[in-house]
């Protein structure tokens, strides 16, 4: 699921490969979009985008605004599956809901795709009212809106919970809350506001041992012991700053260093369980004393991922389910030996499963094909029976 990083690489990719092209005409939506139609029509017009947390909003400006439209702002969300992508028009993606066309010919189109059609767009350039402050780029009003807000509800839940809520964590998705938590070891069932709170706790003690720390020293200190709302910063900054070598899921190279990078979302050897909304968590260690009664935390495969670490060139051996009951069978009842097979004489009940050795049939004289022909619509007729050959 597209979560802040991959927001921001959108805004990042729609700045970068259509800042210098020229759209023209109208916005084309598939019949099936979870979005309105677009009033927007140009002879020639650019887009920009910009993100916020979970939240993307493209702006379609007029190149002559004096002579066309208003300006157009759309902000997206991108739901399971949603991107953008920019490809000739004669060549459209499936699941293309939204489509801007360029100028150039032959045209290329910006597409927003989103093959299992969670995400949607809306006209205007308003954010949503109940997501708070992005965790990348205003970490400030997001640090602050956490620790003054301690006290609401919301924080009476356990703390992997807590850190998809977009009231207050715009932009942690699944992925981002496992690598966080993991790093700070921290139990993804510990209550909320027994985690948060001590970081009010921390920054005082930090003051008063000494005030007069400069802030180089303070940066040093941060990076060197990142609180879990610093992490909330930083660790999606990393996927930002890595750009394609990370997220790139159509070249294989690049998702393989993304899927390097993770150390705990669906690592080999890491635990997990479903929270109270369904959502699975990773975590390694004790999950915490708000653990979903009647749950046994599973334990992500780990031995054919290892074998391939170790070998990654080495071919998997293809074991079919039909193969491996026959090795457990073997292994239960072993095969007798040759000798009593010959002295069995007649057939015996119960072997029919049993592999019988191949003798070779006796010849027998070619059949005419007119003769074989009439045996058969006789036989089907039932006009007597076939003709001895």
Known sequence: MPECPELHLAGRFINGACGALVFAGGVERSAVGRGPEVPFRSEAYSISAIARGKELRLTLSALEPAAGPPAQDLVFRFGMSGSFRLCPAAELPRHAHLRFLTRESPPRALCFVDPRRFGSWRLGNAWQPERGPCVVSEYQAFRENVLKNLDDRAFDKPICEVLLNQKYFNGIGNYLRAEILYRLKIPPFEKARTVLEALKEQKQERRKKDPSLTLSKKVKLRQENPDLLELCHTVPLEVIMAEKQLLDPEHSDNYAAFKNWLQCYLVPGMSSLRDHNGRTIWFQGEPGPMAPKGQRPRKTPCEKS???????????????????????????????????????????????????????????????LCVRRSCRISARRGKGTAPAV
């Not at 051996?317 to 095969?335: E, F, G, L």
């Open 306 to 368: 290892l074998q391939l670490k170790a070998d990654p060139e080495a071919p998997s051996p293809k074991v079919t389910p039909h193969a491996s009951k026959q090795r457990r069978r073997a292994a239960v009842n072993p095969p007798e030996p040759e000798e009593k097979e010959e002295k069995a004489a007649g057939p015996r009940k119960g072997c029919a499963r049993r592999r019988r050795k191949a003798t070779a049939a006796p010849a027998l004289p070619e059949v005419p």
